[in-house]
């Protein structure tokens, strides 16, 4: 699970409730169907932008209809989604974007919703099964270590590398210079699982001056 990833689903939540099931472009998740054919060549809610009914090219879509006051949608919305578990604090933010998106020019009650049903998406209680209580407090920010000047600079750098990897084969004795170790790797690996010289490639010892 990479950021990107987390980054990607969470976009996916976020495109449901507006584009509904469909693939390619801002489409949102799933693939793309027009009369129960896949159909790669359209993208985004191209029913709404061609006069067709809505959403004619989704799998499928959220059809959730309501009325009345912001508070009231937002309530439905709380208890189909959260079981009601929303904070006072989420509650006021979703029902002024509710009001802001329902008066809105281009807007209305349909996006109004939809916008809602994203902000629901969004709040802590969406992503927990237990009550959420915010007590108000600033998180505390981890103190920064005081560097000293006598201690040599030293970095640990992170290689994120695609694929599998066998990081008993990554750091490996080389047999020049250091035979008698090479020997013991090559035993205890087994000569289909180990390295050979021309495989292994020699770590130059570099001398880093740089004090960050």
């Known amino acids: 699970m990479t950021l990107g990833i987390v980054a990607q689903s969470q976009n996916t939540m976020y495109n449901l409730p507006m584009t509904g099931l469909g693939y390619n ?27 067709n009914p809505p959403y004619r090219y989704k799998a499928g879509y959220l059809d959730f209809a309501t009325s009345g006051t912001s508070t009231e949608v937002v ?12 904070s006072p604090a989420s509650r006021t933010i979703i029902e002024d974007a509710f009001e802001a998106n329902l008066t809105a020019e281009g807007g209305g009650l349909e996006l109004a ?10 709040t802590p209680e969406f992503a927990t099964s237990n009550l959420v209580l915010p007590n108000g407090n600033e998180r505390p920010r981890t103190p920064t270590d005081t560097k000293v000047p006598d201690i040599p600079y030293k970095a640990i750098i992170h290689i994120d590398l695609f694929g ?5 084969n990554m750091l490996t004795p080389h047999p020049d210079g250091c ?30 001056s740089t004090v960050l």
């Open 25 to 51: 472009c801002n489409a949102g998740p799933g693939p793309v169907f027009e009369l129960g054919t896949f159909r790669d060549a359209q993208c985004g809610n191209v029913g709404r932008l061609e006069g």
């Open 113 to 122: 919703t939809r916008i809602a049903q994203v902000l629901m998406l969004s």
């Open 75 to 86: 309530g439905q919305l709380a208890l189909l989604m959260l079981a009601n578990r929303i």
């Open 164 to 168: 599998g990897q066998d990081s008993m």
């Open 179 to 208: 035979q008698a170790l090479y020997d013991e790797y090559r035993a205890r690996r087994g000569v289909d699982t180990s390295l050979s010289d021309p495989y292994i490639n020699s770590l130059r010892k570099v001398r880093v």
